[in-house]
């Protein structure tokens, strides 16, 4: 391949592909498929380890980190990229440890709730990562709650979006049971008994906005009038 790219040609055995179109095409797919079509020849080596390639990968995952680039890495940018996704990775598995730590009995306080997401907010994961990293089947639905109310809050990406990777990834279905206790309301000189609420809810429902109190609930925490708020894992059936 000529390192000017151009718009020279190449014999990929029974047909030829412009180096352009070629790089245009790989840069549309995700990380793992690059990685594995450059496996498939020299020619496919070489594009799939194209800079251009890289960058286009980089700011499609983290658009709000394009910064990061600045002149090109000297390391090379699939290099680059790689050394990112480790570093989140394993910035995201303490994030999971601290979790299953902390609702070892199956239940978790929104105090450590609330820490986590903002973990999660300092390191800048975009969508891409919550769904490699925190939607997936086998994870506690803790994690996966974890994972949503980040993309809602944080990321601000459009229910639609969030409900198609919940789908994607099999989760949209898990479920959650919110129960917060709130300081009695005073009526006619006295304090009424504290009250207790509670509900079950699937990640659908949260996701489309159907539980907007819960939502809101888990949002703010226990703060004024909401003394504590807790989250406990439901089995889902598996008929």
Not at 48 to 73: F, Q, T
Not at 82 to 110: C, F
Request: proline share 2%; glycine share 8%.
């Amino acid at each position: 391949m000529e390192k000017g790219g151009g718009s020279s040609r190449f014999d990929l055995g029974s047909s030829s592909l412009p180096c352009d179109l070629a790089l245009d095409i790989v840069s549309l797919l995700e990380a793992s498929d690059v990685c594995s079509l450059g496996s498939c020849s020299r020619f496919w080596q070489d594009i799939c380890a194209s800079d251009s390639v890289w960058i286009a990968l980089y700011k499609r995952r983290w658009p709000s980190a394009v910064g990061d680039l600045g002149a090109l890495p000297s390391q090379g940018c699939k290099t680059f990229y790689i050394n990112k996704h480790k570093k989140l990775a394993s910035a995201v598995s303490d994030v999971i440890k601290s979790v299953l730590e902390w609702s070892k009995s199956g239940s978790m306080e929104v105090g450590y709730y609330l820490k986590a997401i903002s973990d999660l907010g300092s390191m800048e994961l975009g969508f891409k990562d919550v769904q490699l990293f925190l939607f997936r089947r086998e994870h506690n639905v803790l994690l996966n709650l974890i994972g949503l109310h980040y993309c809602i809050f944080s990321l601000d990406i459009p229910s639609v979006d969030v409900m198609e990777v919940l789908e994607s990834c099999q989760v949209s279905e898990q479920q959650v049971c919110v129960s917060w206790f709130m300081l009695g309301r005073w009526f006619y000189g006295f304090r009424l008994p504290d009250e207790h609420r509670s509900r079950i809810v699937s990640l659908t429902e949260l996701a489309m906005g159907k539980e907007g109190e819960v939502l809101g609930v888990l949002n703010r925490g226990a703060i004024h009038e909401v003394l504590r708020v807790q989250i406990t894992t439901v089995a889902t059936s598996t008929a």
